[in-house]
């Protein structure tokens, strides 16, 4: 009597209006026991949407962090890798400044 495809996607706003309007036409206790399930069947709902919007914003925060301690970490790398190729450019020099001290002193001789 709703007059809603169970084959469809429902929208909640037209199945709430739809079940508010059929609940006016039924009578006594009846109305009163459907209603009072049907407040509790949307409190519940209620309080599932809102756990799950706190978990989605715990997972942002938590992305959030993640990605900061990963550019952190990349930075790290960035700074580890440049002094390692200092240091190696460093140990070059001085190897060649070796390598032609040694070729002076061997023709100096």
């Known amino acids: 009597s709703l007059d809603f495809s ?7 706003l037209e199945l709430t209006w739809a079940l508010e309007n ?10 009163q026991a ?9 409190s519940f709902r209620q309080g599932q949407v809102e756990q799950m919007a706190r978990e989605r914003d715990k997972a942002r925060q938590d992305l959030e962090k993640a990605e900061k301690r990963n550019l952190e ?13 200092q240091l190696t450019e460093k140990k070059i020099h001085d190897m060649d400044e070796c390598f032609e001290r040694g070729l002076v002193n061997d023709f100096g001789a």
């Open 73 to 85: 970490f990349v930075q790290e790398m960035d700074d580890c890798h440049s002094a390692l190729e």
């Open 6 to 12: 169970v084959d469809e996607k429902v929208n909640l």
């Open 34 to 42: 459907a209603l009072a399930c049907y407040r509790q069947e949307l």
């Open 22 to 31: 059929e609940l006016m036409t039924v009578g006594g206790a009846t109305q």
